[in-house]
């Protein structure tokens, strides 16, 4: 079965340290996104990307972060400075096709964020 | 996109039929129901999905009467790998951008 990958599994930074979060989405799929989830909370939308551009983003979603499709294959999210409050799970997802019709996402296993 | 409400919690025994009812009293025309399960520390995984009637798969069925206000998530033989967090999604279809809105889902926990 396919599987979208993450990368790290964990990462620990240092406040106002830049993180990049890798992803490869399964490869014949169009439509990308990010969510997070903070322990013992919801998941919650954080971005969503399509034809090489964001197509919507959450309140979450402020300047300090940002995604990136590099080639063909990597997504990634990047937080250029990074706060306590940023520790969380990161979830990257892909979806074959307009996720209107029959298509639930693909979710990948996750990187722990932990600011320090 | 429509609210959905859900038990918060569940517990079952190995090998009980588990049925989780969803409730979506606002839901469009034109949105589907979708299941998610999640174990700790993994990301959500896409179980099921409809839009009437019923739908079955070889995890789960999806029971949605004609009203569509209301969703059952049903589990048959739950096992102790079962145990997770189901999600009831409702109206992605709704939204061109595909997000989906997570609510606290229900944890189920299934025993020996």
């Known amino acids: 079965e396919p599987e979208v990958t993450q990368t790290p599994s964990h990462q620990v930074t240092q406040m106002g340290q830049e993180v990049i979060l890798r992803c490869v989405p399964i490869?014949?799929?169009?439509?990308f996104y990010w969510y997070r989830q903070i322990l013992g909370q919801k998941v919650e939308f954080l971005v969503s990307f399509y034809n090489n551009e964001i197509s919507e983003k959450s309140e979450i979603f402020d300047d300090q972060f940002s995604v990136e499709r590099p080639d063909g294959s990597n997504f990634t999210l990047k937080i250029r400075s990074t706060k306590l409050e940023d520790s969380a799970m990161y979830f990257c997802?892909?979806?074959?096709?307009?996720?209107?019709?029959?298509?639930?996402?693909?979710f990948g296993s996750g990187t722990r964020l932990t600011v320090v | 996109l429509a609210k959905t409400t859900q038990p918060i919690s569940m517990d079952s025994y190995e090998g009980q039929e588990v049925n989780i009812t969803c409730s979506h009293n606002n839901i469009a025309t034109n949105d589907y129901i979708t299941w998610y399960q999640q174990f700790p520390s993994q990301g959500p995984r896409f179980i099921i999905q409809g839009y009437k009637t019923k739908v079955t798969n070889e995890v789960a069925s999806l029971f949605i009467p004609a009203d569509r206000k209301s969703s059952t998530l049903s589990l048959p033989r739950v096992s102790l790998s079962d145990t997770a967090v189901y999600y009831c999604?409702?109206?992605?279809?709704?939204?061109?951008?595909?997000?989906?809105?997570f609510g606290q889902g229900t944890t189920l926990q299934v025993k020996p």
């Open positions: 490869s014949n799929h169009l439509y």
């Open positions: 997802a892909s979806s074959e096709d307009n996720p209107s019709a029959n298509y639930g996402y693909t």
């Open positions: 999604l409702v109206g992605y279809a709704s939204s061109n951008t595909g997000k989906l809105i």
